[in-house]
């Protein structure tokens, strides 16, 4: 092959030195190595459409002159269809868009690429990331290849009616093909990313979850009593249908949450409620409804969203969402699930987590765990006066928003009945169903693309 691409450049270069030089250039970055064979139509537009303009910037005469030097290199090698690309009219006026408004070329190349067919699409088990891993790296690439060859064969047809289902058909099919190990794309991936999430080291409460990381990986099936467990829930979306009505700062009515306490017999304090902050079980759920976009606030009515139509009539896909909404919010309310979910999946039978003190509750073991991962200071900086005064307030409010968070998930678990009844001392076991349902919260965050590096 390599021998191909010395004859081919050289007859480039007898007819035109400085378009036999710019394409070795192009080809160098396109095929490191000059190996054709890796070489694909997704890489081949991606250059042509997003990386010349970034290579000459302030010369579109250069973009045009080296988008029509690659297309005689690959003529001379007789890849006609890539030669295409590189002169055809999307890309002459694409490269000439580009010097006119940056922003405009950026929306044209995806589009381009979109309808070209062969750019790998995102699915609902597999969202590409941008800050990726060699193995993503690989399953992209490879992916684009076969989307490729399936276009060439007429499996799926870009611009035709139906295209787009046949095309994440294919894709599906192509990541989920297991290897002679046994092991597909989706699961190199899906491996590869749990443990970059377990390194991060702008996580360390993760160092924690470890023992974990099979669990992790693999995810948890939708356990067959997901539609009782989601119960409360699905409750809440049925009233929200016909509208909740709503105090005047934002409260679930009263007589919403004695009815909801009384039916799924939760404790309270007072007894019976008053309002929705006396039912902490209510009040996880709200945000948790809230937290997926199932649910909207009209005037001083609470009500469905389209998103919330949709999982109202799919426990399965609720159960999911309620999983996903958990662990993926961000910064310390993340971490503050994460932890508390991984301390109670890894409690040894005695009914203690593999990092609690005696004495310690389930919340107050979790809190300790994220203060001592440097979410906040363990202590205090010494200083005098009142700027020590200060700095304790400081970190006593702090440490209250850690437990807060903390009891929040806990909140929640003991509103869809997660969790067993507690020992007294503070410490609680986790169901079947609420083993089900940590693993599938820290699955889901584990494996979400990382959009930074």
């Not at 005098?384 to 702090?398: K, M, W």
Request: hydrophobic content about 40%.
């Amino acid at each position: 092959m390599r021998e191909a691409v010395a004859s081919a450049l050289a007859e480039l270069a007898r007819r035109d030195e400085r378009a036999a030089d710019v394409a070795r250039s192009a080809l160098d970055t396109l095929a490191p190595g000059q190996e054709l064979e890796k070489l694909n139509q997704h890489a081949v537009q991606r250059f042509c459409w997003f990386e010349l303009p970034v290579r000459f910037q302030n010369s579109t005469d250069d973009r045009l002159f080296a988008a029509r030097a690659l297309s005689s290199l690959f003529s001379l090698l007789q890849l006609y269809r890539y030669a295409q690309i590189c002169s055809s009219p999307e890309t002459t006026t694409l490269l000439t868009v580009y010097a006119e408004d940056h922003a405009a070329g950026l929306a044209m190349y995806e589009r381009l690429m979109w309808e070209s067919g062969v750019e790998p699409p995102d699915l609902p088990e597999l969202t590409w990331g941008t800050a990726v891993g060699d193995a993503e790296i690989r399953a992209r690439r490879e992916t684009a290849s076969a989307l490729e060859l399936a276009i060439l064969l007429g499996d799926v047809r870009p611009g035709k009616r139906g295209w787009r289902p046949a095309q994440e058909r294919f894709a599906r099919s192509f990541l989920t093909q297991p290897d002679d190990r046994g092991l597909s794309h989706l699961d190199r991936i899906r491996e590869e990313r749990v443990r970059a999430w377990l390194s991060s080291s702008a996580h360390p409460h993760r160092q924690r979850l470890w023992p974990l990381v099979g669990q992790i990986i693999a995810g948890s099936d939708v356990p067959r009593d997901a539609e009782s467990v989601m119960a409360p829930l699905q409750r809440l979306l049925d009233l929200a249908a016909d509208g909740i009505a709503l105090t005047q700062i934002g409260y679930i009515s009263p007589s919403v949450v004695r009815q909801m306490c009384e039916d799924f017999a939760w404790r309270t304090s007072p007894e019976p409620p008053r309002s929705e902050t006396d039912a902490t079980q209510l009040i996880a759920l709200h945000q948790t409804l809230r937290g997926m976009r199932a649910v909207r606030r009209a005037g001083r009515r609470l009500v469905l969203t389209r998103r919330g139509r949709q999982l109202r009539e799919d426990p399965e896909a609720l159960w999911q969402a309620a999983a996903e909404t958990l662990c993926r919010t961000g910064g310390l309310e993340q971490a503050a699930a994460e932890t508390l979910l991984g301390m109670l999946l890894t409690r040894s039978p005695q009914g203690t987590g593999s990092h609690a003190r005696r004495g310690e509750s389930d919340v107050e073991t979790a809190e300790r765990t994220l203060t001592e991962s440097g979410w906040v200071p363990v202590e205090p900086p010494v200083a005098a006066g009142r700027h020590a005064a200060s700095h304790r307030r400081t970190a006593e409010a702090a440490s209250d928003q850690v437990r807060a968070l903390v009891m929040a998930v806990s909140w929640l678990l003991e509103a869809l009945g997660l969790l067993g009844e507690d020992d007294g001392a503070g410490h609680r076991e986790l169901t079947p169903a609420g083993r089900a349902f940590a693993i599938a919260c820290l699955h889901q965050s584990a494996v979400a693309p990382r959009a930074v590096v």
